[in-house]
């Protein structure tokens, strides 16, 4: 694993952590777009990937059947466990300084951004 990879590894990681502590949105949205457009995975891995660094919260099950498949990175995965727990920490704190009107403008235009981004890109 380059330098480079565990440097977008860990800014996802916290990226992820932040965006969920701060709109109590799954890390999966963020995470799973950065593994397949940045790091070059399949969607089925980064699928199981992303599933892998959530594991403990909610994925035990579908990370078996991924990783039982191949597809899921656990070194990757290992990278974004530690990240996230820093982003998720400094998303809350900083959520909680924000009004409701921006925090629901800030989610939209997320959801807005990655969906346009994954349906009409490659």
Same mark, same amino acid.
């Given at each position: 694993?380059?330098?480079?990879?565990?440097?977008?590894?860990?800014?996802?990681?916290?990226?992820?952590?932040?965006?969920? $502590?701060?709109?109590? @949105?799954?890390? =999966?949205? /963020?995470? %799973?777009?950065?593994?397949?457009?940045?790091?070059? #995975?399949?969607?089925?891995?980064?699928?199981?990937?992303?599933?892998?660094?959530?594991?403990?919260?909610?994925?035990?099950?579908?990370?078996?059947?991924?990783?039982?498949? $191949?597809?899921?990175? @656990?070194?990757? =995965?290992? /990278?974004? %466990?530690?990240?996230?727990?820093?982003?998720?920490? #400094?998303?809350?704190?900083?959520?909680?300084?924000?009004?409701?009107?921006?925090?629901?403008?800030?989610?939209?235009?997320?959801?807005?951004?990655?969906?346009?981004?994954?349906?009409?890109?490659?």
């Amino acid at each position: 694993m380059s330098v480079t990879e565990i440097i977008i590894l860990a800014i996802t990681g916290i990226a992820a952590g932040f965006l969920s $502590g701060l709109l109590g @949105i799954g890390g =999966g949205i /963020i995470v %799973v777009p950065v593994l397949v457009f940045f790091l070059g #995975l399949t969607q089925h891995q980064a699928q199981g990937t992303s599933l892998f660094f959530m594991v403990f919260p909610v994925g035990l099950f579908a990370v078996m059947n991924y990783y039982k498949a $191949g597809h899921v990175n @656990i070194r990757y =995965g290992l /990278i974004l %466990v530690a990240a996230f727990i820093i982003g998720s920490i #400094l998303g809350s704190v900083t959520s909680i300084g924000i009004p409701d009107h921006v925090l629901r403008r800030i989610f939209g235009l997320i959801f807005f951004i990655v969906g346009a981004k994954m349906f009409f890109f490659k």
